[in-house]
């Protein structure tokens, strides 16, 4: 794969990297357009603090599991990225697999984000959608040429999270959910299995 679409895959997943407007029934009446655009702001402006911050890698990474957490509908974007098999997993299994889906997103694309230093993510216009409302952004980093970046937001769980997000029309929660089926079939279907090995990852 080229590497600058590596590149615009990683920064989109951070931001926490990943499901379509579908996903989600319709948003409830307590999301505006000014709470989606306040939400992307304030999501860009923590990652901003985090690269900019000279901490370690480490360090880094469990800021960004944070971030995560902190902006993202992380239940509802693991439960898609599990697809069918989360339907028969138990509620322990499915809180094992959220808690190591968080940090294995975290720790798999954090380690990319010095390459973001010195870049810009700038919101330039939001829609409603069905599901919440769409905000896109351009990103602008160093040594490329400008690119769309789209969040899919819905307070679906009571507050206003994101849910997925696209870059040039790419779900990164759809190509998420495509490698971790890869995972699970080469453990012949063993969702524990996987849950610890995504833990160890993470």
Known sequence: MPSNVLT???LLTTTAALAGAALLPGAGLALTENGANNLVNAL???INRVIASGKSEAAMIRDFENIFVKYADVPIMARYALGADARAASPAQMRGFTQAFQGYIASKYGRRFREFIG???VVKSTRQIKAGYEVRAVADLQGQAPFEVTFL???KSGKDLFFNMFVEGVNLLLTERTEIGAMLDRRKGNLDELISDLSKLG
């Open 8 to 10: 615009r895959r990683t």
């Open 119 to 121: 870049g810009t993510v």
């Open 153 to 155: 937001v819905s307070d």
């Open 44 to 46: 860009v402006a923590d």
